[in-house]
């Protein structure tokens, strides 16, 4: 099996944010990086389906400056095989966009499996997968739940709004994994070592053409919150009292 | 004048109420530039082009009707295909998706084809020149940015609850059409709808959500977390994501970071201490009502109405004044 995932470096978000100079962007002064949380279910699901399988690799894409070869890096001390650095100096808003750098890299390989997580916790887009699909004329599968690959072909669950959907699919397929389908293994000392000596390729891979552009970027506005009406299930007349009569909503 | 695109999601033969809400979105921009007719497209099983009269109430004044077997269940790929078709026939300005489950599935899909971008979760809209500016809140809604969308057509997904469903009469007039690629023929195949049945408010839908953390200490406890729910009558069911991780409840019920995002009138944390991963899927929530034994817990920051106290003696109270409420309103 030829397998790649897509992970994104993204910010540790218990933090207060800032806005940069610019107006248009994260300050990133301070902030620590990680991989985003459901890249790190699609890289356990790669290995999991490497090690049913028995044979073949998994590669790691990773879009970004320099620094993203530190998250590609905990992917390979995980366990995948070997990494690929797509350079790019910037970012951008429009999904379209990250998709294409990584489409035009990706295509050049016949993977069986293309794994991405269900959406970047930063950007909070939830496209760049499926438009990745699109490009490749490959079969998506967004947002799965669960998963089971045999003979060429797939089954997932996709959690809805108060329903859930058993989707049938060939391979090769691109999947985006949602919570739920895997807990992620922790390197392990050893796999931390063995990461260091694992290719990690950097290339350049430009992003162009975006028609999504960020305008400005602010804090939203403070919640006015705080407010303790009272102790014990003393205070439930009181609440029911302005649940009718300030907040309108009983 | 501008034609503008929206997609209507069902389900089982039933409109979903995002799907009135896109109709709404889509209606408000044909207004703002100038009064453009919002062309809707409806999928689904034979008998679905029954619905197409509640969009023409929302503002539709034309219905696209494409009435198929394979249409019955989710079907993306001959979905994004014939959306991506009618855009680019219509020459659309705009589109608007729900992002939804399904429309966070399928907008991409077509933005893809089409080769423009696409906003997600978009709280706002706004016309601005030759451009489309919309807000959609990142960094699990620390941060706000304002995206200016320059492609035609402008495509975007609304986050559900935000735009509410406005009746607005227009003609409705159904047009049936053909699909752009064979619905029988797709690849992903969806074999089976679980659950979802009416009886069940859906969390991006429901007006009301009373959700339960830790401090309920044990999962049979959540009976009071679904007896609030019930007294409300319209209330659906959230849990953060320390109690799906012990499987007190299912992942799809989690709100927060990784979960769903939730915007209700009315959202009621009981014993739950508010951690940045839940904060991030229900502050943008109308009215917060906290219950939580510690006075110090994050969540009565965010809160409009905080009790402190234990959660077992307050719930049963909680429970009997809101149906003694609801009874006497009735």
């Known amino acids: 099996m030829r397998i790649a995932v897509c992970i994104k470096r993204v910010p540790v978000m218990d933090v207060k944010f800032r806005i940069a100079a610019d107006g248009k962007s994260v300050d990133e002064t301070g902030l620590k990086f990680d991989v985003n949380d459901f890249d790190l279910w699609a890289v356990e699901a790669a290995l999991q389906l490497k090690e049913k399988t028995g044979d073949g690799e998994v590669a790691v894409f990773s879009l970004g400056p320099d620094a993203v070869q530190e998250q590609i890096r905990k992917a390979l001390s995980m366990g995948a095989d070997r990494g690929v650095h797509l350079k790019a100096d910037g970012t951008s808003a429009d999904p379209l966009s990250i998709a294409r750098a990584l489409a035009a890299e990706l295509k050049a390989t016949a993977w069986d499996v293309i794994f991405f997580g269900r959406m970047a916790i930063d950007s909070a887009d939830q496209s760049v997968g499926p438009m990745v699909a699109e490009l490749l004329g490959l079969p998506c599968v967004s947002a799965i739940s669960s998963l089971e690959i045999a003979n060429g072909r797939g089954t997932a669950k996709r959690e809805l709004e108060g329903a859930s959907e058993i989707v049938d699919f060939p391979l090769p397929v691109v999947l985006t994994v949602d919570e739920g389908l895997n807990k992620e293994r922790l390197p392990s000392l050893k796999g931390i070592m063995a990461a260091k000596k694992k290719p990690l390729e950097s290339k350049p891979a430009p992003i162009n053409g975006a028609t999504v552009n960020v305008v400005k970027m602010e804090l939203p506005p403070e919640r006015v919150g705080g407010r303790i009406i009272g102790e014990g299930a003393a205070a439930v007349p009181e609440l029911i009292r302005l649940l009718q009569t300030e907040a309108k909503v009983l | ?330």
């Open chain 2, 1 to 330: 004048m501008a034609n503008i695109f929206a997609f209507a999601e069902q389900r089982g033969g039933e409109l979903r109420k995002v799907a009135l809400e896109a109709v709404t979105a889509a209606r408000t921009l044909a207004d703002a530039t100038g009064g453009g007719e919002v062309h809707v497209l409806l999928v689904g099983a034979p008998g679905i082009g029954g619905k197409a009269a509640t969009l023409g109430a929302h503002g539709a004044d034309v219905v696209h009707v494409c009435e198929h077997a394979a249409f019955a269940n989710a079907n993306p790929e001959a979905a994004a295909a014939l959306a991506a078709a009618l855009l680019a026939q219509l020459a659309a300005r705009a589109g608007v998706f729900a992002a939804s489950a399904e429309g966070r599935d399928l907008a991409p899909r077509a933005a893809a084809k089409l080769g423009v971008g696409l906003a997600s979760d978009v709280t706002e809209f706004s016309v601005a020149g030759d451009a489309i500016h919309v807000r959609h809140p990142t960094h699990t809604g620390k941060v706000i940015a304002t995206l200016a969308l320059t492609g035609t057509p402008a495509l975007f997904a609304v986050r559900p609850n935000v735009f509410a469903p406005v009746p607005n009469a227009k003609a409705g007039r159904v047009e049936t059409i053909a699909p752009a690629a064979d619905p029988a023929a797709s690849r992903v195949v969806v074999k089976e709808l679980r659950g979802g049945g009416k009886a069940k408010l859906d969390l991006s839908e429901a007006p009301v959500i009373v959700s339960g953390g830790r401090g309920l200490k044990a999962a049979e406890n959540f009976k009071l977390v679904e007896d609030l729910a019930a007294a409300f009558g319209n209330a659906a069911v959230g849990a953060t994501r320390a109690v799906t991780d012990d499987g007190w409840r299912p992942h799809s019920d989690q709100i927060g970071q990784t979960g769903r995002v939730v915007s209700p009138d009315l959202y009621v944390a009981v014993g739950i201490s508010g951690a940045i991963q839940h904060l991030a899927g229900m502050r943008t929530s109308r009215t917060i009502v906290a219950i939580n034994k510690d006075k110090e817990a994050p969540i009565f920051k965010l809160a409009d109405y905080g009790i402190v106290g234990d959660v077992f003696e307050i719930m049963p109270a909680l429970i009997e004044a809101v149906r003694a409420a609801r009874a006497q309103k009735h």
